[in-house]
């Protein structure tokens, strides 16, 4: 703005229109620079310049020192552009440095009006420019230096923020895990307490039957104690394995077949083949496949092998594409009558009761012994219920 009274004091009223134009449009843009309007008004703010520099240099010539305001351009595209938009920087810069070339080339012409002013004008134009280009770029260092202070002021305060929210963030991880350890130690703890409790059952069964003389009483004791034994057994592997939600079947099978072989005694020497493949069952449907386990090789032990010196009894489990389990429990005894099968027998009713309940579906066949057959929608409810 004070150009403009230089230049009108030289009465050159050509550059007072074009000193006051330039600065009228520099504001605009930087207006609309401060309203987001962003890719416009930093494009236009340069070409502003640009043109401003090259308007003025063409009338007053290089000895003018209107090139001085070009020192400005790495400030100023400082100011306007961020570092990671490098591709507008360079061009940016590139296109100051042809503007530089061009007044520089510009003192060839014929058409400045340089000569036209006295030395000491000229002089004194380039000494107000050469000060009030030192004084923008001493401006403008002087805002960035104070951003930049700002901007380190408040990175140290967001790192405080940040530390004490990682803090505090990992006091809550450390009670979170305490709590799970507690929670972890509690559920071990009650798992335990259910299997020493049924084994107490168990015991307390036994020394019950002990006490009998009549053997249909003895066995119907007999099958409940290994009733209790089959969950039992799914609460001490859960202690063990520290895993309170799924347990390995093929280990509970291993333990199961070794104690059920030797809790009936039997003249046939029976043999059983597992076919078990390793998967990790939730404890609800392990618990209903455990009875159901126990009910129908408790059933081929008493009832299958009458009268031969071998039996076999075979047991299975796979997992069907991760949607269901087939399980089965065949022998090759006498099988089983279809009126047997449908009576209302306290084993069949557990069985088909336990089915039921986890959404499952049943399906028997009597050739050459009986063969069961259970699928079970891993996911139990009734979007997967079995029809």
């Known amino acids: 703005m004070p150009s403009i009274f230089i230049f009108l004091y030289l009465q050159i009223h050509v550059l007072v229109i074009a000193n006051t134009l330039v600065a009228l449009l520099f504001l605009f843009f930087v207006y609309l620079n401060k309203k987001k309007y962003f890719k416009f008004s930093r494009t236009a703010i ?27 351009s790495p400030l100023l595209i400082y100011l306007l552009f961020d570092f990671n938009e490098k591709k507008y ?13 061009l007044i520089y080339f510009i003192q060839k012409t014929p058409f400045t009006i340089s000569e036209k002013l006295s030395p000491s004008s000229i002089k004194f ?34 790192q405080q923020v940040l530390e004490e929210e990682v803090d505090l963030r990992n006091k809550s991880e450390d009670l979170l895990r305490k709590s799970l350890n507690e ?26 039957i002990g006490s009998l003389k009549d053997e249909k009483d003895k066995d119907i004791f007999e099958e409940t104690k290994n009733r209790i034994y089959a969950m039992a057994l799914i609460h001490n592997l859960l202690y063990q394995n520290k895993s309170f939600a799924k347990i390995d079947f ?20 029976i043999v059983i083949d597992q076919q078990v493949e390793a998967v990790e069952i939730d404890i609800e449907t392990a ?39 087939k ?58 219920k079995i029809n």
């Open 89 to 101: 920087i360079f061009s940016f810069l590139l296109l100051y440095l042809i503007t530089f070339l």
């Open 46 to 72: 340069i070409l502003t310049t640009n043109i401003g520099v090259l308007f003025f240099s063409f009338y007053l010539g290089y000895e003018s020192g209107i090139y001085l305001y070009l020192f400005l």
């Open 287 to 325: 618990t209903s496949l455990a009875l159901i386990f126990n009910e129908l090789i408790t059933n081929s032990i008493k009832h299958a092998f009458k009268n031969m010196e071998k039996g076999q009894i075979t047991i299975g489990l796979e997992n069907n594409e991760n949607k269901f389990y």
């Open 125 to 158: 134009i380039y000494s107000f420019n050469f000060c009030s280009a030192f004084v923008l770029c001493f401006g403008l260092i002087t805002y960035f230096a104070n951003n930049n202070d700002k901007y380190i002021i408040n990175l140290i305060k967001h």
């Open 250 to 269: 093929v280990q509970y099978v291993d333990k199961f077949c070794v104690n059920i072989v030797k809790s009936y005694r039997s003249e046939t020497i």
């Open 183 to 208: 929670r972890g130690v509690l559920l071990s703890e009650v798992h335990h307490r259910v299997k020493n409790n049924l084994a107490i059952i168990s015991a307390l069964i036994n020394m019950q």
């Open 327 to 384: 399980f089965w429990v065949n022998d090759n005894g006498v099988g089983i009558d279809e009126k047997t099968l449908g009576s209302n027998t306290m084993g069949m009713e557990i069985v088909k009761s336990l089915v039921e309940q986890i959404d499952g579906k049943m399906e028997y066949s009597n050739n050459n012994g009986s063969h069961f057959t259970i699928i079970i929608p891993i996911v139990s409810g009734s979007k997967n």
